[in-house]
């Protein structure tokens, strides 16, 4: 399920759209951080790191807990995420940051990457 994400993620990053982050996020998605300051968000980001090629491999750090980077013309970028338990899994933690280095891991909001990686997690 990680591996789907990537791609309605990477739309949100090109261009954020509250349908779309209702369509694939957990109810407190948009509660936590409201459309419109992600949008704002967003697009600093965006104009700071210029254009982005289309996203890099998904990182599982577990079954609900991912990342992958964007490559811009300006840096790059780490997209870290987590996933609902629920069924269907659903976008519950969303973050951009520029990293300082193509091969910077993200940690989550909770700590840093428990450096283990899950091989074969879609």
Partial sequence: MLTRMRDPI???WKHWDDDLARQ???VNLLRDI???QRRADIGKLRDEVGECAEPGPISAENWLRGQFTLTCAKGTVGVFFTLSPTQPPAVQHLSFHK???PSQRLG???GPPAGVMCAGVN
């Fill in 10 to 12: 990477f739309n949100l």
């Fill in 24 to 26: 694939i996020g957990a």
């Fill in 34 to 36: 409201p459309g419109a």
């Fill in 99 to 101: 990293l300082e280095s």
């Fill in 108 to 110: 989550a909001p909770t």
